[in-house]
């Protein structure tokens, strides 16, 4: 069966980095752009990256542009999101997307990234 878990978050101080992990199975990996995504309290979740099938293209919400990567090793199923530089106000948790067309769309069950002193 389809599984996507997330891996990495936790609690870092303002300034600090985290590699956020999000392992793939049950599904033919390369033909899935993938997304990360995240959900502040009281707001609505809100795209943070995506890339594509092969890697070859990426785009990122405006607030974490410059500070955030998203990439991909097809070969170990896996999407990763470097966060550099963060912000109190990236705290939120993060989830991992996968979506082939309009039929195919999962979810992972989300990890918490934490950005305080």
């Known amino acids: 069966h389809v599984q996507l878990v997330e891996s990495g978050g936790g609690i870092v101080q303002p300034g600090g980095s985290l590699r956020l992990s999000c392992a793939a199975s049950g599904f033919t990996f390369s033909s899935y752009a993938m997304s990360w995504y995240r959900q502040a309290p009281g707001k609505e979740r809100e795209l943070v990256a995506t890339?594509?099938?092969?890697?070859?293209?990426?785009d990122y919400a405006d607030s974490v542009k410059v500070r955030f990567t998203i990439s991909r090793d097809n070969a170990k199923n896996t999407v990763y999101l470097r966060m550099n530089s963060l912000k109190p106000e990236d705290t939120a948790v993060y989830y991992c997307?996968?979506?082939?067309?309009?039929?195919?769309?999962?979810w992972g069950q989300g990890t918490q990234v934490t950005v305080s002193s």
């Open positions: 890339i594509t099938r092969n890697g070859g293209s990426t």
């Open positions: 997307n996968a979506k082939r067309g309009v039929l195919f769309d999962y």
